[in-house]
């Protein structure tokens, strides 16, 4: 009984120990960094494997809770977090919906671009499941609350210690990739580049959560 107690907490201390490592790794991955830029490709896969819902733009990040994300195919789209506000902005429709940005900027993927790994450890188990000596290294992460996340897992690729894909799946098993292209880490960005001015004529529209 003593040697299967010892050998299970042995365990858990390894695991332990595995995931603060990973956590260490992930951070120094994502947090060196005020901010970044980069183009972007982004598509569905069913269960099947099978692509679709192609979409294409870029995004610029800076921390804490600022981005400007720009869908420019099939469609366009702007997103605009001011740290204050989320504004969205459908040209096509000429309208905009403005949402606080507290609890917005609580999803995954913008925890991860805006490198909040402390955050982010809190709500998944973080575990480095490859590794290699051409410098790429693949991150994946578990809900601790599967039942009120909506993803079921994320996989996080490096190559050459730039992140290059998302990959996110939820619990009917279809995935969303990100494909990240040109990342550059700590750029020029204009002054205004995270303010948003609803243009003349579009209807405002206020999110009734705030």
């Given at each position: 009984?003593?040697?299967?107690?010892?050998?299970?907490?042995?365990?858990?201390?390894s695991?332990?120990?595995?995931?603060?490592?990973?956590?260490?790794?992930?951070?120094?991955?994502?947090?060196?960094?005020?901010?970044?830029?980069?183009?972007?490709?982004?598509?569905?896969?069913?269960?099947?494997?099978?692509?679709?819902?192609?979409?294409?733009?870029?995004?610029?990040?800076?921390?804490?809770?600022?981005?400007?994300?720009?869908?420019?195919?099939?469609?366009?789209?702007?997103?605009?977090?001011?740290?204050?506000?989320?504004?969205?902005?459908?040209?096509?429709?000429?309208?905009?919906?403005?949402?606080?940005?507290?609890?917005?900027?609580?999803?995954?993927?913008?925890?991860?671009?805006?490198?909040?790994?402390?955050?982010?450890s809190?709500?998944?188990?973080?575990?480095?499941?490859?590794?290699?000596?051409?410098?790429?290294?693949?991150?994946?992460?578990?809900?601790?609350?599967?039942?009120?996340?909506?993803?079921?897992?994320?996989r996080?690729?490096?190559?050459?210690?730039?992140?290059?894909?998302?990959?996110?799946?939820?619990?009917?098993?279809?995935?969303?990739?990100?494909?990240?292209?040109?990342?550059?880490?700590?750029?020029?960005?204009?002054?205004?580049?995270?303010?948003?001015?609803?243009?003349?004529?579009?209807?405002?529209?206020?999110?009734?959560?705030?």
């Amino acid at each position: 009984m003593l040697k299967r107690f010892l050998a299970a907490a042995l365990f858990v201390l390894s695991a332990g120990a595995v995931q603060a490592d990973a956590v260490d790794d992930l951070s120094r991955l994502l947090s060196g960094h005020e901010s970044a830029k980069a183009s972007f490709t982004q598509f569905a896969l069913n269960g099947d494997g099978a692509r679709a819902e192609d979409s294409s733009g870029y995004f610029m990040v800076a921390r804490p809770n600022q981005f400007r994300w720009i869908t420019e195919a099939p469609f366009v789209q702007e997103i605009v977090s001011d740290g204050d506000y989320i504004w969205i902005h459908d040209p096509d429709l000429e309208q905009v919906t403005r949402k606080a940005a507290n609890g917005q900027s609580n999803s995954a993927p913008a925890m991860i671009l805006n490198g909040q790994i402390e955050a982010l450890s809190k709500r998944f188990t973080i575990e480095r499941i490859d590794s290699n000596d051409s410098g790429t290294s693949l991150y994946e992460l578990r809900p601790i609350d599967s039942e009120n996340s909506t993803f079921t897992r994320i996989r996080l690729l490096f190559e050459q210690q730039q992140i290059s894909e998302l990959s996110m799946e939820d619990s009917l098993g279809q995935r969303s990739m990100l494909v990240l292209h040109d990342l550059e880490y700590d750029p020029q960005l204009a002054d205004d580049v995270f303010t948003f001015e609803p243009p003349a004529g579009a209807d405002v529209i206020l999110d009734p959560g705030q």
